[in-house]
């Protein structure tokens, strides 16, 4: 069994921040990358941003949260962070941590995803 688990969601105005954390446990052997992603209502579920383990943690964001996220990662935790400056009122939506990994040497990379945690900025 493999397991995310996501926290820091919460109600914030806008201009303020939040940090996201998620934490991958479970029968895991690797963990390629880690992300985050959300999904606001009535819209398709969008990448935020991304990070791969080794190789310096190359990682990439949506061009609408870039210079104010930033993606991070704690690979002795498997965890994964998600720091959120200046937020907008659209930023507001469901986020979901996902990792990319295989549970044996040499086997099958599968993507895994946390329930999501609700982030809402007021106006």
């Known amino acids: 069994q493999v397991e995310l688990v996501e926290s820091g969601g919460g109600l914030v105005q806008a201009g303020g921040s939040l940090r996201l954390s998620c934490a991958a446990s479970g029968s895991i052997f690797s963990i390629r990358r880690m992300g985050w992603y959300r999904q606001a209502p009535g819209k398709e579920r969008e990448l935020v941003a991304g990070?791969?383990?080794?190789?310096?943690?190359?990682?990439d964001y949506a061009d609408s949260v870039k210079g104010r996220f930033t993606i991070s990662r704690d690979n002795a935790k498997n965890t994964v962070y998600l720091q959120m400056n200046s937020l907008k009122p659209e930023d507001t939506a469901v986020y979901y941590c996902?990792?990319?990994?295989?549970?044996?040497?040499?086997?099958?990379?599968?993507?895994?995803w946390g329930q999501g945690t609700q982030v809402t900025v007021s106006s």
């Open positions: 996902n990792a990319q990994l295989n549970r044996r040497y040499s086997g099958p990379y599968s993507d895994y």
């Open positions: 990070i791969r383990s080794g190789g310096g943690s190359s990682t």
